[in-house]
């Protein structure tokens, strides 16, 4: 292949999923899958899975979809499901894959609530929460680490994509200022920038 | 905690379900950054709630699998049961399903605009900083505390060099957690 042709492949490889959920019951099942394993949060999980295991979304598509999840009110995974379930299969899909993604999970947590009392003071499960807490973050971690590959095919270009990335570490992480300020903050800046680098 | 059926009254839980409902449009970056307002609403203003149940609640809720967002069903539940879990959970999901499905249309249908590829692009770098910001804050409790900082790296390095499933990873932490090496 010439090098423009495996340009073109590259860039098709980034905006062409491998595979399509096949039925609303594979929706279902794949999200209820996805939430079952998510503890300490579902977004790692969800990027193995859509995008690893599944592939329905190449790594562009995940960080464009979570973009937008992100500024939108609500829950970040529960926008997820929805927007995927809607590419796919319109409303039902949409529902679908919510379903899939709380029904059977919060039957397990009102089953945990109600044991709960019982056995939370026990030294072993604390310790076994605090290691599952541990894990969690490293999940969210190494999750970011994939997903920044993606920013260098992206407009921005990585000195601005470093930039934007760190000062929204310091402001969220370090300094914990609340999201919404941040957000507003950085966003419109970052969006005028890119806008003015994709100039056609 | 709460029996299955409330002795709240309707109007009880309809206000439950309205303040949730409009915490809902609030909840940017996820239901769990209103929780000062829930709390200030559960316990400081109606007393439903004592402050330890509160944060047993939710607790509860980051300790089983599931998105996050199922504390808000522990903290209905334990507020007034079936019908606690059920009007607090229609409550915060509603507006923001609604939105994001107006959103999402939207944007799928003018993806190809210069508008819109700006706009997912931009805010690209601020997601991966806002996820690194997320594991940072996890982490936050390990901390100081070799066995758990070992768990912290060790699934980073599992996770990005393997294709290991993560219930790999959480099964390790919960043994070792349990055995006291975290």
Known sequence: MSEEAVQTAVADAAVTPAAVPQSLGDLFWTFTRMSLQGFGGVLAIAQRELVERKQWMTREQFVETLSVSQVLPGPNVVNLSLMIGDRHFGLRGAFSALAGMLLIPLLVVLAITALYAQFATHPMVSGALRGMGAVSAGLVIATAFKLAVTLRRGPMGVPLSVLFGAVTFVAVGLLRWPLVWVLLALGPVAIALAWHRLKP | ?182
């Open chain 2, 1 to 182: 905690m709460t029996a299955w059926f409330t002795t709240h009254s309707w109007a009880d839980i309809g206000s439950l379900f309205g303040h949730f409902l409009m915490l809902s449009f609030l909840a940017i970056g996820g239901a769990i950054t209103t929780t000062p307002e829930m709390s200030r609403y559960l316990v400081t203003e109606r007393g439903w709630l004592s402050p330890p149940e509160f944060t047993a609640s939710i607790a509860i809720a980051q300790a089983a699998p599931g998105p996050n967002v199922l504390f808000v069903a522990v903290l209905g539940w334990n507020v007034a049961g079936v019908m606690g879990a059920a009007a607090a959970m229609a409550g915060i999901l509603i507006p923001s399903t609604a939105l994001s499905l107006w959103a999402t249309r939207w944007g799928q249908a003018r993806k190809e605009t210069r508008g819109v590829r700006a706009f997912t692009a931009g805010l690209a770098p601020i997601t991966i900083g806002l996820l690194i910001a997320t594991g940072w804050i996890l982490s936050g409790p390990a901390a100081g505390h070799v066995g758990s900082m070992a768990l912290v790296l060790g699934t980073v390095v599992m996770m990005v060099r393997t294709k290991l499933s993560p219930m790999w990873a959480v099964a390790a932490g919960a043994v070792a957690g349990a055995l006291g090496f975290a």
